[in-house]
């Protein structure tokens, strides 16, 4: 918050700044320039136009230059005040994509593509399944600290991927967790259960799979580490894991052999979808 000279409050740096070499700059640059347009067609000078607006003055000038990515309810605002009759408040959504950090926007564009998505987690549950308070609780451990700009940025971004779970039609998504991921105490107890709740109702989508490897089993591939798989509606794909080709992403149909051999095995000796989700529930219970 700013404070005025007459003593009122300013709400102040509602949004995050935009790094020059990032690609989403030049739509943020867009969104300035016409946010400045529809200013000066209205006659107002920044200070005018940020004191109706109820935000900083040095808020309005980096929006206007492309410097800032602003909140949903700046553009409302503005869109209001300038009577941009929507143009500006339908930027609301490319805003919200440019939150996103730049590797999770990439990560979101493979799985906006993919048809079929296998994925298995052994250290946490996925990014894809998470609810909020869970995602803000387990990055709150991430070392560095995430300043709460960038937390929340991080949150913003992974709660923002689900929206693959609403795509028509669904693609086929498989999950495998391993079992201590069910049962690591991340955040605080009600954060563990609603979270567990969660996998229960993603569990009984029709388009999703979702198994549980049980701890007992230690000899199965996946305990090199996380292993995923994309495919496309062409017929490519691409996939990572911590156990394979240095961990990077991999496009090279030999090598997702590899991986979606792994996946394979490590799917057949997980519990079935309906012993996960009574597991699941054990586990819930238990909590």
Known sequence: MSVDGDGTERTDEPGWDVEPEDEIASVVEAL????????????????????????????????????RIPRPEYLDKADQVLGAKGFISAMKE????????????????????????????NHNIHGLLQTEDFARALLKTWRPTLSQDEL??????????????????????SFVQEEVTLRRPIGSKMVL??????LLEV???????????PTSCGNHPGTAGLIEVLKFGDGTGVGRSEGAFASRPVSDPR?????????????????????????????????
């Open 32 to 67: 300035g320039h016409q946010q400045k347009r529809w200013r000066e067609a209205a006659g107002l000078r920044v200070a005018e136009f940020a004191e109706a607006i109820g935000y900083g003055e040095d808020l309005v000038r980096k929006v206007e230059r492309g410097a």
């Open 94 to 121: 490319e805003m919200t994509k440019a939150r996103y950090p730049k590797r999770v926007r990439e990560l979101a564009k493979l799985e906006e593509r993919a048809v079929e998505l296998s994925l298995y987690s």
């Open 152 to 173: 929340e940025r991080a949150v913003s971004a992974r709660v923002g991927r689900q929206s693959i779970f609403d795509r028509s039609p669904a693609p086929e998504l």
């Open 193 to 198: 259960r609603r979270q567990l709740e969660r």
């Open 203 to 213: 569990g009984q989508l029709q388009s999703i799979e979702l198994q549980v490897m």
């Open 255 to 287: 090598q997702l052999r590899i991986l979606e051999l792994r996946y394979g095995i490590i799917r057949a000796q997980a519990l079935s979808p309906g012993e996960s989700l009574a597991f699941i529930e054990q586990v819930l219970g238990e909590t």
